[in-house]
């Protein structure tokens, strides 16, 4: 069952890196996303600026208000300071670029190109990028990228963008409105900072300084720090990035299924509000906390590099979003929730993200935007870029914990019921009334047909409107108890009944004391025939396990149920009739058919008894691992990512599997439902 629930994916969005990762992501309680391309659409397009100490909102109008000169400069800020790689074409019958390479690129090439007679090729055909004296790529750290090219009129040119206020910082001139070269007090950054980058941010604009300087002579290239001081501002962007429509109405279905969202991004903090309120992240009035990368650092890291797990305490229930978050800080703030005992989802596409989605309990990698690193330390590659996706995977990874807890009820609840006829068998008439070719069969159905009919239910709605597990949750819930312990109870008096006063009630011949030679008694087969039929109607009660009772619900949706149920059924019926001396059965009668179906559908009544007279509130917690756990190791648990939630899937699947090896030795023909259990069973079978 383990195996087959986590081999179904996650969704058709989704590929399954990690088997274990599919019944961990279902019972995450945070997830941790970026925002580009996960949350917003990764379309970047600059819908304002700022030039020459004027805003615009329409390329065409800086095109005539900015100096020639002015716009020359932006062309070569956007075409020679960024990735060869990123680039834009337009597609016959499509107003909107199709986007190659870094899409923030992509949005100030095309803003540049709006400015100017030259579009970006041709600046980048003039000159090439091995003419370039000094090329700094961009740095989540530094927050900015430089390139320094040569004049033809003499001298070099330092070439400057990044985050807005970062690089404003390096600035102590600007361009005025003729092109002119004035100074930039702290009064001015302060007023900048004020009516652009603040008013850009608020309207959830990702804002980005172009900046220049010329050098006269040559200086050491190799001092990124030295290059980029004494700037002159050239141009803010404003760059929107929508957000994906399907988003909010995802985020609000986390937030029901009881799964906190962060944004972790490098967006200023202004812009990154913005956004999240626009996701349904946070909301005006709550009490969400929104800080800046430095300020979690200063919070949380100590100065040796450690965290400081009583800060992160403090913080971790209200934050919801991480702004001028780096790769450190990503990392840092999984480990700490993960140590604060949250089941943490992260995502990530860069390289520098490797560690992060290596540290999460379920690491998600961007199939589209993605780097090999990421995907390689990932445990499912999002195939579509999008937030949605991981909803479905939550979606899936409950189901498949849910297939195994359904499957576990059903499974202890025929061993329990056939180890206690076995032993009172074996005590009272030295012998056990279900024979060991029987419980061969009974196994088949328990570990095989019933797996894959309770494996392939296909997830609901209502997965998503009840709380994760969580990390400690207990191994069986009280709802579980109830029932393995409520059927237990019937299936007991029933069988009991049948096997001391059977023969009386079906007035036929007793089996008891019979000897292995003589021809199968009819009693003996009306108690085993009855104790299939319960199991085979108790697997339709196996499919609920949240106190549901209307066991019937969706029923019809699972077609691969219905057709194991009615095969096994007829199977029964084969092996009754034309069993013989193989299964030890004799034929029954119609009469008989009638008595066994009866008091095998009364599973269904007994379900709506157990559910209506015994309260969930009779069973006590289980609050440990239960001692039948610990008789050997698992080899499927000691695989998993992290041990401490990610196999609690496998540990049900063991528990099923140390109760299959104890009817093995009760039968001598038992198999467990994990590798342990089946090697157990081929060995003692040889």
Known sequence: THTHTNSLPPSPSCLNRVLAACETMGNATTICSDKTGTLTKNRMTVVRFHAGGRHYEDFAAGKVGLPEAMRVVVGQCAAYNSAASSSYVFTPGSAVPTQQGSTTECAILHFADGLNNQTYQQFRAALSESAYVAAFPFSAARKRMTTVIPLQTGGFRVLVKGASEVVLALCTHTLDADGAVVPLSEEDKAGLNRSVIDEYAEHALRVILLAYRDVASAVTWTDEDALVQGLIVLAFVGISDPVRDEVPAAVATCQRAGVVVRMVTGDNVVTARSIALKCGIITPHDNSLVMSGPEFRERVVQPDGSLNYAAMDEIAPRLRVMARCSPSDKYNLVKGLIRAGQVVAVTGDGTNDGPALSEADVGFAMGITGTAVAKEASDIIIIDDNFKSIVKAISWGRNVYDAISKFLVFQLTVNVVAVTVSLVGAAALKESPLRAVQMLWVNLIMDTFASLALATEPPTDELLKRKPYGRHAPLLSKTMLRQILGHSVYQLAVSLVLVFVGERIFDVDSGRGLNHNDAPSVHYTIVFNTFVLMQIFNEINARKIHNEINVFRGLLHNPIFLYIWVGTLL???????????????????????????????????????????????????????????????????????????????????????GSGCAVFFAFGSREGNCRAGEMLCALSLS
């Open 571 to 657: 199977a029964q019926v084969v092996i009754v009739e034309l069993g013989g001396r193989a299964f030890n059965t004799a034929g029954l009668s119609l009469v008989q058919w009638v008595g066994c179906f009866a008091l095998g559908a009364g599973e269904l009544l007994w379900n709506v008894v157990v559910h209506v007279i015994f309260p969930v509130s009779c069973i006590p917690e289980q609050r440990s691992t239960p001692p039948l756990l610990r008789l050997c190791p698992c080899p499927t648990t000691t695989t998993m990512k992290r041990t401490s939630h990610g196999s609690r899937a496998s540990r049900l699947a063991w528990l099923a599997a």
